[in-house]
Each structure stands twice: as structure tokens, then as C-alpha cells.
């Protein structure tokens, strides 16, 4: 008989991140950019004021209090075109808070782009004051955004609504509604400004595009017009009958950027095979038969020993990461045919499998084999239904659900078989896994909402029993949820299989969940950080963000695998979508330590494989030169590479 499987959801402050205090102190979560300078709010050195509210430094707090509807500013001592800053506000009383960008002196008083926070809204305003801070005009700012870095000049026949950039206050949907859909057990968090509380307020300037996000999710923004101001300080916002306090000021001057100097750890020998960007993914074979394997990544297959001489699978064309994305996501090869030449599966987003024409020299015929597109950009490849064959793992968007597809070895480049998974709703973009969670000896699927047991019998059009698990968190600026590859194996040698996944593949967060099991064999998941974002003390003192790309593998030879994880440099192309953005391209491999003193029973150990390459949407592990240790291959924006495994401690 099964055992009876009970999962227990962790509170949703510790999964969803909601809150890093108490409920009802600080709303929103850490911070997402590694600051140029930070006040603590000792004193108001550095500061002038203007207008005729009190401002005073206090308990690590600036204070402004307010008696009529002027606007008195505090204002920092140096200028900024493009800058991002991050601070607490707490509002009392019935006013108007906010900050100011690029505060421009004029003539007659003074004008900027400014954020405002009340009660009931938050916006972002073209502000002019005169001299004494009275309100001379205000125009709420066009809508700008999304995946560009510079607005287009404005239409001049559209017309900006009063509410079409505000944003309002709104409570967690209502997921009763007969058609809202499953409940999950990572709900979107409430980011809504809260008065009489403190609220995370974090901007980014750059260019003509302002970004807003409160309490981690998206905030007031748009177009910032020259006209409004193009270079100016920071200053602190005060108007009407209220009490507003700031702490935890801190900003980053966005001019300056930063590419460390090449570095990798002494177990690893760097080889870059190309330096143009092709795809997200790498997969390798003896392509071409002669003994060595080779390198697939995008349209060019790098054949060893050496991976100095390469060829086009497809019409290979590079891609401008500033704005555009590689059209390979996941890449794998295998033998579909079973002729004894490896093909090559490309698998998101559109499920193109090409086969190996046997030394010809030409480019390979291509099968579109999976009906519709696949929608995720995460996919596993393994055998789920123990046929030696493996199957493709994935998610798509129209029905919101986790399939796999199998092919036909009699002719797989037919379209292939697709099985349900799970009920409609439960699909995300990022993250998949595959393991045995519950030791029947069946591979069962996993993604940031739980996991699926894999049943006795496998039937196309019934889904798998489902076991939620909040395995991921909505991340910094209001984005998804969800990770990379998820690993399923036993980090603490307890004999059950654990959890170890990114959190947030477009944010912040590496975590392991230790599976832990009550008399009765009740399953329950408990969440042990490994690394979060620049307000924590993170394992090896390691933070980067956008953990896209990951996968597991025993790299130092212990027997135990280990998690490896890197950053996908831009991966909302050069805009500031995604926290850190411009934070270096990292790859780091954290080894599992099994440790009894440590929380769970084991600990990861951060060791640097490169800082200048980072990763894609999937990495690849594989032993290219048959020595018994593994190889990192990664295929990014900045190239592909190999980084070789020298040494086994």
C-alpha cells in the first residue's frame, strides 16, 4: 500500500518572501542592488532642506513633519542622471509622501521626476514647485516600460487618462470565483502602498524610463521626459498635515558600471569556444563518430578533442543582447532514430528536432515535433516512464499545464505524444524537475507549486496525483515565480530525496528543501537559504541574482552531487526589468557538505568556476574527455564555453 503522503506548506512569509519583519512592520523584501553609499539616518549631514516642514535625524530615521500644503524637500548633496535607490517609508497622517529625481533649480523654484506615495495611490508626476514649495504643476508621466531601455518620443494623438499610470491599491484576488482557477500555495503577494506602515520603495532612472516598485512589486513609472528634469539630486518629499519617515537610504549611481577582472577557481581551465551569441543552452555527443565527443550549442556543433573547428546544424545568426533573445532555449541530443548517429532536440520554444545527416556535408533536416509551442523556458530531458527512452518535460501557456511528449522510435519526426501531467493552472514559465520524491522507484515531476506523483499506470489524458509545495517565491520587482532545473537528490544522507532549486530565475534566492518524514510516513518539506539577496548574509558571502540557468552533479568527485548555478547576464535584455541587472555574468558550483552541525544536516560551499560568462537557461555537465571528472559547458549572451575539471580534491 502507498504510504499516505501529507505535505505541510511553510508559512507564507518564509516561502512567498511577502515580508522580512514581523507582519505588520516592513512590507516588501531586502534589497536587490549592491549600493554605492548608504545612510543610516545618524544625522542630516549631506542633506538641505527646503520648505518649511521639520526635518530631524532621529533613531536611525529621517523625520519630516508637515502642517500645510507646501512641499518641503530634503535634498542630497550630489547630482544624478540615471541612479537607483532603495529606502523605507512609514507615512502617518493625512499627506503626501515621495522622492524626487533629477531636481532641477529653475528660474522660479524647482522641478523633477517625482514618485508620490499617499494613502489610497502611488504615482509618478512631472512636478514643478516655485520657491517657497508650492505646487506650480504636475503632470502625471506618460506610460513607458517593459523590454526597452529607451521610450519612443510620445503619440501625439494618445491621451494619458488620470489613471492610466497610477497605481491603486489592490487586495489579494478573490481566488473563490468559479473560473479564478486552482489555489496556490505561492499566492501573489499584497504590495499595495500601506499607510501608517513601513513600505520598501525602490526606483530606477535610466535613460527617459523611470521603474517604480513597492513592497517588491511593481510601483509607480513611466516616461521621464527631458522636460521634467534631466539632472538633478535626490530629495525627500513632505507635503500636507503628516508625519514621513525614511530609513535604510541607500542608491546606486547607474553611469558606472563594473567588468571584474577574469577569474575562475584553480579546479577549472577556462576554453571559450565562440564568442558571439547564439543560444541558452549546450548539449554534447560523439556527433560525428570518430571516438571524441562533441559540443552542440544553437546551430553549431564544436567537435573535440579540441573544439577549434565547428559547423552549422542550422543557419547559425547571433543575436544583439541588448535586445533580442536566442531562439534555444534547452538543446539535448540523442539517437532518435536509432541509426547510431546522435540527433540534435531543441526544445523551447518551439520543439524542433534535427536529424543527424550521417558526415554529409550539409545542414540537417528539420522535424517540428511538438503540437503548439512550448511555452516554458525551462524543460527536463530524462526517461519518465522507465522505456530507456527519454522524454521531454515541459509547460505550456494556453491551458497553463506540465506535459511531457514522447516520440516514436519508428519515426520521431512525427509529432509526438503528449501526456498530461497536471490539471489546468499549475504551469510557470521556470522551473521543472525531475526524482523520486516519495521512493516508489517512479521518477515523479516537480515546479514551484509542488510535485507530481507518477502513477502505477501511465495514461495520455489523466494527471498525475498532485502534492502542493510552495518550491519557489515571487521575486524582486513584481516578476514571476520560479526557478531553473531542479534538483532532486539526498543532501543531507538521511536516505530521502531532497529539493535543491533557484527561487526566482529572474530574481534573487537559492534554497534546499529537506524532505522529512513523521512515523506514519507523512512527506513535509522544510527550507533551508543558501543565498538570497544583498540584505543577507549568503553562504561564502556569494550574491548574485537571475539564477536562470542551473543543474546538478557530483563536480568534486565525492559521490554526492552538487548544484550549480549561474547568472543569466541581461536576461530581460539591457533594461532594469530584473534586480542587478549589470552584476557580473557569475558561474558558481555550490558543493554539497554533509555537516550534522548544520541546519537540515548539510551545508553548500560556493566555489567560483568563471565571473565573465555566466549562464543561460539550462547548464550542462558532461565528462567531454573521459578522465572520470565532469565538465561545465555553458552557452550564454557572452559565448560558449567549456570549463574543464582539472582536480579533484
Same mark, same amino acid.
Given at each position: ?45 549631506r542633506w538641505?532642506?527646503?520648505?518649511t ?7 536611525? !530615521? ?9 512641499a518641503?524637500?530634503?535634498?542630497l ?5 540615471d ?5 523605507l517609508v512609514?507615512m502617518e497622517?493625512?499627506?503626501e ?12 523654484? =524647482? ?7 499617499r ?14 514649495g508650492r ?62 506602515g ?14 517604480g516598485?513597492?513592497?517588491?512589486g ?19 518629499y ?11 537610504f ?6 558606472v ?5 577574469e577569474a ?13 551569441y ?6 554534447a ?38 535586445q533580442q ?21 531543441s ?12 558526415? !554529409? ?11 503548439g ?25 494556453g ?52 510535485? =507530481? ?36 537528490y ?5 536516505? !530521502? ?82 534586480p ?42 558532461v ?8 565538465e ?10 567549456i ?7
Open positions: 500500500m502507498k504510504k499516505k503522503i501529507l505535505i505541510i506548506l511553510l508559512t507564507l512569509a518564509s516561502v512567498a518572501g511577502v515580508s522580512y519583519a514581523q507582519e505588520g512592520e516592513t512590507h516588501g523584501r531586502g534589497l536587490s542592488f549592491k549600493p554605492d553609499y548608504s545612510f543610516e539616518g545618524a544625522s542630516l549631514a538641505n532642506k527646503v520648505g516642514a521639520d526635518w530631524r535625524a532621529e533613531k536611525g !530615521e529621517w523625520i519630516g513633519k508637515s502642517t500645510d500644503t507646501t518641503s524637500l530634503l535634498l548633496d550630489r547630482s544624478f542622471q541612479v537607483t535607490f532603495n529606502t512609514k497622517g493625512d499627506g509622501a515621495g522622492v524626487l529625481l533629477r531636481l532641477e533649480k529653475t528660474d522660479g523654484g =524647482w522641478k523633477g521626476i517625482f514618485v508620490s506615495l494613502h489610497d495611490e502611488s504615482a509618478a508626476y512631472g512636478l514643478v514647485l516655485d520657491d517657497k505646487e506650480v504643476g504636475r503632470t502625471l508621466l506618460r506610460r513607458a516600460g517593459g523590454m526597452m531601455r529607451v521610450a519612443p518620443p510620445p503619440d501625439p494623438n494618445a491621451t494619458n487618462s488620470p489613471n492610466d499610470n497610477r497605481q491603486e491599491r489592490q487586495r489579494q484576488p478573490n481566488r473563490s470565483g468559479e473560473n479564478a482557477g486552482p489555489v496556490l500555495p505561492i499566492p501573489r503577494p499584497e504590495t499595495a502602498f500601506q499607510g501608517n513601513w513600505n520598501q520603495l525602490e526606483c530606477v532612472l535610466d535613460m527617459n524610463i523611470l521603474r516598485f513597492i513592497n517588491d511593481i510601483g509607480p513609472g513611466g516616461a521621464a521626459d527631458e522636460e521634467f528634469g534631466e539632472y538633478g539630486p535626490i530629495a525627500l513632505v507635503k500636507g498635515k503628516a508625519v514621513v519617515r525614511y530609513k535604510d541607500k542608491y546606486k549611481d547607474l553611469a558600471r563594473y567588468t571584474p577582472k575562475s577557481s584553480t579546479r577549472y581551465e577556462v576554453q571559450q569556444l565562440s564568442d558571439m547564439y543560444s541558452f543552452s549546450s548539449a555527443a560523439d556527433i560525428n563518430l570518430d571516438g571524441n565527443m562533441d559540443v552542440v550549442a544553437g546551430p553549431h556543433v564544436y567537435y573535440g578533442p579540441d573544439f577549434t573547428m565547428y559547423r552549422e546544424i542550422f543557419q547559425g545568426v547571433t543575436y544583439n543582447p541588448s533573445f536566442s531562439e534555444v532555449n534547452c538543446q539535448y541530443t540523442y539517437d532518435f532514430n536509432g541509426d547510431g548517429w546522435p540527433d540534435v532536440f526544445a523551447s520554444p518551439f520543439g524542433r528536432l534535427y536529424l543527424n545527416p550521417k558526415g !554529409e556535408s550539409r545542414r540537417w533536416e528539420m522535424h517540428a515535433v511538438i503540437p509551442n512550448i511555452n516554458s523556458e525551462v524543460t527536463i530531458f530524462k526517461d519518465i516512464d522507465d522505456d530507456g527512452r527519454p522524454e521531454i518535460v515541459y509547460g505550456t501557456s491551458d497553463r499545464a506540465l506535459k511531457y511528449s514522447k516520440f516514436d522510435p519508428a519515426d520521431p519526426s512525427k509529432p509526438w505524444k503528449v501526456y498530461l501531467v497536471s490539471e489546468t493552472g499549475y504551469y510557470t514559465a521556470h522551473g521543472f524537475g525531475v526524482g523520486d520524491i516519495n521512493g516508489d522507484g517512479r521518477p515523479d515531476i516537480i515546479n514551484p507549486n509542488g510535485w =507530481w506523483e507518477q502513477p502505477e499506470q501511465l495514461d495520455a489524458g489523466k494527471t498525475w496525483t498532485y502534492h502542493p509545495v510552495a518550491f519557489g517565491r515571487y521575486g524582486h520587482r513584481g516578476g514571476g515565480m520560479g526557478g531553473s532545473v531542479m534538483a532532486v539526498d543532501v543531507n544522507g538521511d536516505g !530521502e530525496n531532497d529539493v535543491v532549486t533557484s527561487l526566482n530565475a529572474h530574481g534573487f534566492g537559492l534554497a534546499w528543501y529537506e524532505q522529512q518524514r513523521d512515523a506514519s510516513g507523512a512527506i513535509a518539506f522544510t527550507r533551508h537559504m543558501i543565498m538570497d539577496d544583498y540584505s543577507t548574509d549568503n553562504a561564502g558571502g556569494v550574491t548574485f541574482s537571475q539564477l536562470h540557468g542551473t543543474t546538478f552533479a557530483d563536480i568534486d568527485g565525492d559521490g554526492i552531487p552538487d548544484f550549480i548555478a549561474g547568472k543569466r547576464y541581461w536576461s530581460h535584455l539591457d533594461t532594469h526589468l530584473d542587478d541587472p549589470q552584476g557580473p555574468a557569475v558561474l558558481y558550483c555550490f558543493r554539497t557538505v554533509r555537516d550534522a552541525q548544520a541546519p537540515g544536516g548539510a551545508r553548500f560551499e560556493p566555489e567560483l568556476v568563471h565571473n565573465r560568462s555566466g549562464a543561460g537557461s539550462d547548464l550542462l555537465t565528462d567531454l574527455n573521459r578522465d572520470g571528472k565532469l561545465i559547458v555553458s552557452s550564454t549572451n557572452r559565448g560558449t564555453f570549463f574543464w575539471n582539472k582536480d579533484i580534491d
